[in-house]
């Protein structure tokens, strides 16, 4: 199969996450990849949306959001970037996931899901945009 | 995006959420979830639960909390196999009771 490519810009606006999902499960069923990876895409690239609108433009301004998904071989790319302040999600320390019910902090998940479940993670800050690189093994 | 269910079984109030939780539909479940510590016992039917994120493990453990804190008892069933990736990823899975089907969960907990 020849390399499929995904490519879309949003703005950071949150009611935009439906359609960005929509449109990333549209792509995952065209390029034939499996429910595991599909899933896996699919939640980083929601995380990751999620908090560059809430936290990357604490100001209020607008920007912008650019996904681009590639299939290579047995692995799928994304790289996903923002001109949101600059922030590096991966510096943060993993959550303590010890602990009772009451004891668990609510919220503070998304990244670690999102490192934990991708083959590859890489961050970077390029012009004035925040760019983070993924891989997932396309084994289902 | 999402569809909630209440269905009384005996003493169990199970709630069937149908379709996905992400930041956009979770506040439905929360708000749907905010009377469930006077219920006692609540079982929340993922089966038909195709996707969960954050934004939807947060509604999940704050009910637990709400529910435990009153005195009663929250579990899950159902889950696919992605979904059930998660749950064990952020360590809900030793903090939650998790059973395979709806009807395993109503024998153990009746």
């Known amino acids: 199969m020849t390399d499929i490519e995904f490519d879309l810009r949003l703005p950071n606006d949150v009611t935009q996450l439906d359609r960005l999902s929509t449109r990333i499960e549209a792509y995952a069923r065209a390029a034939g990849i499996a429910a595991k990876p599909a899933y896996r895409l699919q939640l980083a690239v929601d995380e990751f949306f999620n908090n560059a609108v809430d936290y990357g433009y604490p100001d209020g301004r607008a920007g912008e959001i650019a996904i681009h998904v590639r299939r290579a071989g047995d692995r799928l790319e994304l790289v996903f970037s923002d001109d949101g302040d600059p922030f590096d999600p991966f510096a943060a320390p993993a959550p303590d996931l010890a602990g009772t019910v009451e004891e668990r902090p609510i919220g503070g998940l998304g990244v670690h899901l999102v490192r934990t479940l991708c083959d590859s993670f890489a961050y970077a800050r390029e012009g004035n945009r925040n760019v983070k690189r993924l891989t997932f093994s396309l084994a289902a | ?110």
């Open chain 2, 1 to 110: 995006m999402i569809h909630i269910d209440r269905i009384v079984e005996g003493t169990i109030v199970v709630t069937a959420v149908k379709g996905r939780l992400d930041s956009s539909s979770s506040p439905k479940l929360e708000e749907f979830l905010a009377g469930a510590p006077n219920e006692g016992t609540i079982l929340l039917d993922f089966a038909e639960l195709t996707y969960i994120s954050s934004a939807g493990l947060r509604v999940v453990l704050k009910a637990t909390k709400l529910v435990r804190g009153a005195g009663g008892t929250l579990a899950v069933c159902g889950l696919v196999p992605q979904v059930h990736e998660v749950f064990d990823v952020s360590g809900f899975s030793s903090l939650i009771p998790i059973h395979t089907s709806r009807e395993a969960a109503l024998a153990t907990m009746t």
